[in-house]
C-alpha cells in the first residue's frame, strides 16, 4: 500500500535503499481479518457501508486520547465523480508519490465549492493501479482496520469509493510527510529534526503501536518503518498504511504463520526465517527505528562500506558504549543533544532488538521508557568544536535484490518511487 500522503514541499529525494519483502500471495495477506467484524462491509460489489457511516470534520480523537475500536466502519462512501473534483481530474500537479499501490494525489473536499484548489479540507486521495500488485486484499485491509481504529497516532481514514475497476482510499492529509523523509531526505528545504523532536515522534509512534497490540483483538502491524510513520503540522507522528496487518494470535496460540511480507531491515529475524508472526516482531521494528533516529542513517543502504550495509548488524555494538554511541550519532544533530538520554534510547532499542522475540519488551513498557526520558528534560550540551568526522551519510541509491532459497525474492521497492517519503 501507499504511504505518503504528505505534502511534497520537501522536494523529490533518491529512492530507498530499504528492501521491500516479497509481496506474492497477497490474497493471504488478510486472511483473518474478517473476524474483526468488518470485512463483509466491503466483501462483495453489492455491499454498501454508508448506512453505518458517522462521518464528520473532526477525527473524535480529542474524546478518546488513548484510542477507541468502533463497533462498525465510520467511513464516508465517495463516488469516483466526487474524487475526481476534489483531485481536478487527477490533475499531475496535486500528484504527492507513486508507487507500487499506485498514485497518491492532493485534493480538496469543499461542498461550497467542489474542487477549487486551495479552499476546504485537505485530503489525500490514494488510486489504485489496475496493474499493481498491491491491489484489493490490501486495499479491503485498510479499510477493514483504519474503518475501525481510532487513535491521535493513526493516520485517519476518512472514506473509500469502489466503483466498477476503480478502487481509492480518501485520509486525512499529513503536512510534514514522513519521518523517513526528514531523517534522510536532502536539499536546502529538508531541515533536520532538533532532537525534542525526535523525540516526540518515537514517542507519538510508540503509543500508536502499543494501542495496536493492547486492543482486545490484537492487531499486528506487521510493517514498521520510517516512511509508514507521517507527521502532522505539529510534528504529531501517526502510523499509516494498513495494508499488511493482520490480527494476532489467539490465546491458544504464540504466533500466527504467515507468507513473509514487509520490508527488508526491518522485519523481525523469527519472522524472516520461519514465517512466524509474533506481536513483538513489530517491536524488532520499531527498534530499528529508534537506531535510524539516532544515527540518521537507513537500515539498509549497500552504499556503505561492506559490513556496514545492514545498519542493526554494524550497529549494535554501539548502542550499549557511551563513547561509541558519540562516533554514531548523526552528525546533523551537530552535538545538539543530552547524551544520557540519547545512551537510555539507545540501550531501549537493543532490549527490541533482542534476537529472541520473547525477550523483548512490550510496546507499553516501550513507551513508559520514552515518556521517562522525556519527562526528565535533560538538557542538549553545546558541543565544543571538532573536526568534521566522515560518517556514510550518502544517499545515492543502487538497485538492489536479494535472493534466498529458502524465502520470496526480496527487493529493494524502489519500482516507482519518485520521492520520499514514498508509496510503496
Not at 112 to 125: C, E, F, H, L
Not at 291 to 298: F, K, M, P, S
Amino acid at each position: 500500500m501507499g504511504n505518503c500522503w504528505g505534502s511534497c514541499a520537501h522536494g523529490p529525494t533518491t529512492p530507498s535503499t530499504t528492501g521491500q519483502l516479497s509481496s506474492a500471495g497477497i490474497s493471504h495477506a488478510t486472511s483473518n481479518t474478517t473476524s474483526f467484524g468488518v470485512s463483509n462491509a466491503t466483501s462483495s460489489r453489492g455491499s454498501n457501508i454508508s448506512a453505518h457511516s458517522r462521518f464528520s470534520a473532526g477525527s473524535g480523537d480529542e474524546e478518546f486520547p488513548n484510542g477507541q475500536i468502533l463497533p462498525t466502519p465510520n467511513l464516508r462512501v465517495f463516488s469516483f465523480a466526487e474524487l475526481k473534483v476534489a483531485t481536478r481530474n487527477f490533475k499531475s500537479d496535486t500528484l504527492l508519490g507513486e508507487g507500487g499501490f499506485g498514485q497518491v494525489y492532493k485534493g480538496w473536499l469543499d461542498e461550497k465549492a467542489p474542487g477549487r484548489n486551495g479552499s476546504g479540507t485537505v485530503i489525500a486521495v490514494k488510486r489504485l493501479n489496475s496493474e499493481s500488485l498491491q491491489g484489493f486484499e490490501e486495499w479491503q485491509a485498510e479499510v477493514n482496520f483504519l474503518g475501525r481504529l481510532s487513535h491521535p497516532h493513526l493516520v485517519r481514514l476518512i472514506g473509500y469509493c469502489w466503483e466498477d475497476k476503480e478502487l481509492l482510499l480518501v485520509y486525512e492529509f499529513m503536512q510534514k510527510g514522513s519521518l523517513e523523509n526528514h531523517l534522510f531526505g536532502r536539499g536546502s528545504a529538508v531541515q533536520p529534526l532538533p532532537w525534542d523532536t525526535r523525540l516526540k515522534i518515537a514517542i507519538g509512534a510508540a503509543r500508536g503501536l502499543s494501542f495496536l497490540h493492547a486492543s482486545d483483538k490484537q492487531v499486528i502491524y506487521r510493517d514498521f518503518k520510517a516512511s509508514n510513520i507521517l507527521i502532522d503540522g505539529s510534528y504529531t507522528a501517526k502510523l499509516s498504511d494498513f495494508g499488511l496487518a493482520k490480527l494476532g494470535p489467539s490465546a491458544s496460540q504464540s504466533h500466527v504463520t504467515t507468507r513473509v511480507m514487509g520490508t527488508y531491515g526491518y522485519a523481525a529475524p523469527e519472522y524472516v526465517a520461519t514465517g512466524h508472526l509474533y506481536v513483538k516482531s513489530d517491536v524488532y521494528g520499531f527498534g530499528v527505528v529508534l537506531v535510524e533516529i539516532l544515527t540518521g542513517l537507513r537500515a539498509l543502504d549497500t552504499n556503505r562500506p561492506s559490513g556496514r550495509h545492514t545498519l542493526v548488524d554494524w550497529i549494535k555494538p554501539y548502542l550499549s558504549d557511551k563513547r561509541k554511541l558519540k562516533s554514531i550519532m548523526d552528525s546533523r544533530l551537530e552535538g545538539r543533544y543530552p547524551a544520557k538520554a540519547a545512551l537510555r534510547i539507545a540501550q531501549l532499542a537493543l532490549n527490541c532488538l533482542e534476537s529472541e522475540h520473547r525477550h523483548r519488551p512490550h510496546m507499553k513498557e516501550v513507551v513508559a521508557t520514552l515518556e521517562r526520558i522525556e519527562a526528565a528534560k535533560d538538557k542538549p550540551v553545546e558541543p565544543r568544536a571538532r573536526p568534521k568526522r566522515s560518517m556514510p551519510h550518502q544517499n545515492v541509491q543502487q538497485p538492489l535484490q536479494y535472493r534466498s532459497p529458502h524465502h520470496p525474492v526480496l527487493t529493494d521497492g524502489s519500482r516507482g518511487h519518485q520521492y520520499s517519503p514514498r508509496v510503496r
